[in-house]
């Protein structure tokens, strides 16, 4: 049997009292689970069901599936149920987490970026705008869709950039802005970024951004999170409505 650090990024109910979970684990990727009587709070397994649970879980496999047969709990993340701002923050976190990490294939570096970031959540260590500014920056980084923050993406011009182009990755000088468009940003918006890229995920309430910065980050780094995947996460219009 198997065993290894994990966190429930997904739920879905089935039976009278059977659940299915999605796991991003430490070792092996993404895992979905069966846990059996997970609805009875009688249940040894009724925490190791739960959005957001993280603990050490065991497995028994099954006739190509997995089920949960053991769990011992690390953090409950219980806190991050008591404010809409922060639950959602997690929601987009565990939404994210899911689409981006795969199957068998270990991604240590998405584990911790999204511990680290539930655990700043759930201790309010750092605002909810902070946590999430830094979590998509950091999920952009480790996938490799990091945009371009040093040269304009249409002249290579590098210096005096207004705007923000999705489609094309990064930052847009003033001449090609007028021209090309795009979202408006400023240099705060790009110092704030560029601060980010040496704190690592344990390191996360070191970062310091301002609140209209943090609208910004989020707003600007969601769309292009968003047209690089070529589809909406379904948790992204709750942030929406709380910026
Ligand atoms: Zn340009």
């Known amino acids: 049997m198997r065993k290894t650090l994990a966190v429930v990024i997904k739920t879905v109910d089935f039976k009278d009292n059977d659940r299915m979970i999605t796991l991003l684990t430490q070792d092996h990727g993404k895992m979905s689970a069966k846990v059996r009587g997970a609805k009875k709070q009688t249940s040894k397994l009724f925490f190791a069901s739960s959005l957001f649970c993280c603990g050490e879980y065991g497995f028994y496999e099954k006739n190509g599936f997995f089920g949960v047969r053991s769990f011992h709990i690390k953090y409950s993340f219980a806190n991050l149920q008591n404010d809409y701002e922060e639950y959602s923050a997690a929601c987009f976190i565990a939404d994210a987490a899911n689409v981006f990490a795969q199957e068998d294939y270990a991604a240590p570096k998405l584990f911790a970026l999204t511990i680290n970031a539930l655990y700043a959540l759930d201790n309010r260590s750092v605002s909810w705008g902070t946590a999430l500014g830094y979590y998509i920056q950091r999920l952009l980084y480790i996938d490799g869709i990091y945009p371009s923050l040093e040269a304009c993406v249409f002249c290579e011009s590098g210096k005096e950039f207004t705007s923000f182009s999705k489609n094309h990755g990064g930052v847009v000088c003033a001449v090609c802005a007028k021209e090309h468009g795009g979202v408006r940003i400023d ?25 209209r910065i943090e609208k910004k980050l989020i707003s600007v780094l969601i769309d292009y999170l ?4 070529q589809k909406p996460l379904k948790s992204s219009r709750f942030i929406k409505d709380a910026l």
Do not use: G, T, Y
């Open 226 to 229: 968003e047209h690089e995947l």
């Open 187 to 211: 240099s705060e918006f790009i110092s704030a970024m560029k601060s980010m890229e040496d704190i690592l995920p344990r390191d996360i309430n070191k970062v310091k951004i301002s609140k």
